[in-house]
């Protein structure tokens, strides 16, 4: 089946622009995570989701960030007046909540790059 | 979840097996040790995991000391395509849906 999908799969932006990050998890996975990547280094958790719910937050690095999950499917990552520093990787992940192991299947990712 | 060490880069010869450590000392009780790998450009990709009993799938096999304090995860025989970042964490599992804390991870080169 497919797995996890993200778009875009590269996006540029400026400095003090909007940008929005959209995760379709595997579908019947109700848990999905955010994880940002910088270079070099392993990835950081920023949000996950139970359901429509987001049950822990505590990754976002400030308020410009911020994510929904409204249906309990799509996820998007919204980042408000972009800084060069958010340039990065975003990866989104998903796994069946309750699962022996929760196992994370990860997408592709989203390269972000803030000139 | 407790903090694990590892070598930060290795090479391996095509077709040998490569045995990756990681130290988890610090380890509890009820804390599974997880593999994950990533390959250049790609997300990171489930390996293995176990909790105190040597695991094998059809990708690797984990050996965890009797102590539970490291382990190794053994590739029988690599590839280039194993070719990766390979990334060794620990962390409460069985039904609980709590994130991943990845560290630097161990580069592993094959060579042709």
């Known amino acids: 089946g497919a797995g996890v999908s993200q778009t875009p799969s590269n996006k540029v932006t400026e400095k003090g622009k909007y940008v929005e990050l959209r995760c379709d998890p595997i579908s019947g996975h109700t848990a999905l995570y955010w994880y940002r990547q910088s270079l070099g280094q392993g990835p950081e958790f920023l949000i996950y989701?139970?359901?429509?719910?987001?049950?822990?937050d505590s990754g976002l690095p400030n308020d410009r960030f911020f994510a929904v999950r409204p249906e309990g499917s799509v996820s998007t990552l919204k980042i408000q007046r972009t800084e060069r520093g958010d340039s990065a990787m975003y990866l989104c992940a998903s796994s069946v909540f309750g699962t022996s192991g929760s196992e994370q299947f990860f997408g592709p990712g989203t390269r972000l790059t803030v000139l | 979840d407790a903090k694990t060490t590892q070598p930060p880069s290795m090479d391996c010869a095509e077709g040998r097996a490569a045995n990756l450590p990681c130290n988890h000392s610090?380890?509890?009780?009820?804390?599974?040790v997880y593999w994950y790998r990533q390959i250049h450009s790609q997300g990171p990709q489930y390996i293995i995991h176990g909790l105190k009993n040597n695991e094998t799938n059809e990708m690797a096999s984990l050996i965890i000391t009797e102590d539970r304090k490291s382990s190794t995860l053994i590739l029988p025989h690599a590839t280039l395509r194993d070719t990766a970042v390979y990334y060794c964490i620990v962390r409460v599992a069985l039904g609980s849906a709590r994130q991943l804390t990845f560290g630097s991870g161990t580069q592993l080169t094959v060579l042709p």
């Open positions: 610090t380890i509890s009780g009820n804390e599974y």
């Open positions: 989701f139970q359901g429509t719910g987001a049950a822990d």
